[in-house]
């Protein structure tokens, strides 16, 4: 069975940190490449960051709304993705998704892990 | 970016009829292999979105026959035979061909 576990989220101040985590079961993880796509409170979905995997250079691409803040990375040997979010912003509030990438497509996605920012 | 424009953004609709969503891209979606990568996504309250179809055309595993996608450059429609009651929630059309891959605005489906 196919699992995306997201962890990491919560409240944080903006201009902070915080570091989310996609623990991964079930697939070959090495494989595929991964993205996050978030979703604000009754709000539609928006397409975050995205990695390679090694085989293609583990490469990445980012929304220009997070560019130079956000940092995605993996870790093949713990079948983990991870979304480093810094420099906060109140409108970075949302419901972040960890994905699979499959024909250039999203076809496993995780539950989900809130993130709120505010003071 | 490439702006997809979906219609109807809601969509009353009865239990046993059909339906249909419309997806229209910005720019033509083909890739430089030749695929044309618009994906469909549905996803309930409270839960997280699922691929319904991928490539236009493609059925995800396990999704129902019932549901088809169609279309070609900038145009795409989604349609749902005859609407069933877990079929309600927002569906939403996305592109995959260009950078930043790009979501419609959702249609929300309800039963009348």
């Known amino acids: ?119 | 970016d490439v702006v997809m424009t979906q219609s109807p953004l809601s969509l009353p609709v009865t239990l046993g009829q059909p339906a249909s969503i419309s997806c229209r891209s910005s720019q033509g979606l083909v890739y430089s292999d030749g695929n044309t990568y618009l994906n469909w996504f549905h996803q309930r309250p409270g839960q997280s979105p699922r691929r319904l179809i991928y490539k236009v055309s493609n059925r995800d595993s396990g999704v129902p026959d019932r549901f088809s996608g169609s279309g070609s450059g900038t145009d795409f429609t989604l349609e749902i035979s005859r609407v069933e009651a877990e079929d309600v929630g927002v569906y939403y059309c996305m592109q995959g061909t260009h950078w930043p891959r790009t979501f419609g605005q959702g249609t929300k489906v309800e039963i009348k």
């Open chain 1, 1 to 119: 069975e196919v699992q995306l576990v997201e962890s990491g989220g919560g409240l944080v101040q903006p201009g902070r940190s915080l570091r989310l985590s996609c623990t991964t079961s079930g697939i070959t993880f090495g494989d595929y490449a991964m993205s996050w796509v978030r979703q604000a409170p009754g709000k539609g979905l928006e397409w975050v960051s995205f990695i390679r995997s090694n085989r293609f250079g583990g490469t990445t691409e980012y929304a220009a709304s997070v560019k130079g803040r956000f940092t995605i990375s993996r870790d093949d040997s713990k079948n983990i993705a991870y979304l480093q979010m810094n420099s906060l912003k109140t409108e970075d509030t949302a419901v972040y998704y960890c994905t699979r990438d499959h024909y250039n497509s999203f076809d496993y996605w995780g539950q989900g892990t809130l993130v709120t920012v505010s003071s």
